[in-house]
């Protein structure tokens, strides 16, 4: 199975994107639109979390 | 269909028929309303988490009297994946368990020992996906029985 944490992201994050994209949309282009900018927003803001949050010790 | 776009609505009864589908196998209530891609499309995501959740050894929830709040909302997203969730404790945990037993009961062990399986994580957070997916699919069946979505393209 997969162990990579990118991996994880990136996949949950198309998921995420599209399902809320079609449940929140119903014209093509502000679908893709939207589904962009949430995948974009999933990804991204966690990486920069991560990161902000890496010099901390558990 | 109405002049804004919005398809007709269903009778009270379909809406019923098809909340009741969507909760029993998710995506099933569009099915029933004939919102086919809408259908397969949503339905297909909650069931890919699902799946993967128990492909990456997912630990379905267990009722912990220690932590009862946190553990129950736990319980409550598992849940909403229907009866594929209470499949899946029968295949984990050999019956329908719903509560964390005794340490020392061979149900809390395989949660403890599937809770350290290196996966684990991931597979949990897809199987609350799934639940969380599937509850936010049924106010939406209920919308589109009603007649509040565009039916343009019946997606």
């Known amino acids: ?31 893709k639109r939207f589904g962009g900018i949430l995948f974009a927003a999933l990804t991204l803001g966690t990486v920069i979390l991560a990161t902000l949050m890496a010099p901390f010790p558990r | 269909m109405k002049e804004n ?8 009864a379909q809406r019923w028929v098809a909340i009741l589908a969507g909760a029993v196998f998710p995506g099933l209530g569009y099915l029933v309303l004939r919102r086919w891609r809408r259908g397969l499309l949503l339905g297909g995501l909650v069931l890919g988490s699902f799946g993967l959740g128990l492909a990456h050894d997912g630990t379905l929830a267990l009722r912990n ?7 129950t909302l736990q319980l409550v997203g598992n849940v909403g994946a229907g009866p594929l969730d209470l ?21 809390a062990q395989t949660f403890r020992s599937r809770m350290r399986l290196p996966t684990s994580t991931y597979g949990t957070a897809y199987l609350w996906i799934a639940g969380l997916m599937n ?3 049924l106010f939406d069946v209920w919308d589109v029985g009603r007649g509040l979505r565009p039916s343009a393209g019946r997606s």
């Open chain 2, 5 to 12: 776009g919005e398809a007709p609505a269903a009778t009270p």
């Open chain 1, 1 to 31: 199975m997969i162990r990579s944490h990118l991996v994880h992201l990136l996949l949950q994050s198309a998921m995420l994107s599209t399902f809320f994209a079609v449940l929140l949309h119903d014209e093509p282009k502000r679908r």
């Open chain 2, 87 to 107: 499949a899946a404790r029968i295949a984990v945990y050999g019956g329908p368990r719903y509560r964390l037993p005794h340490e020392t009961h061979s149900v």
């Open chain 2, 65 to 71: 009297p220690e932590q009862p709040f946190l553990s």
């Open chain 2, 135 to 137: 509850y936010l699919l």
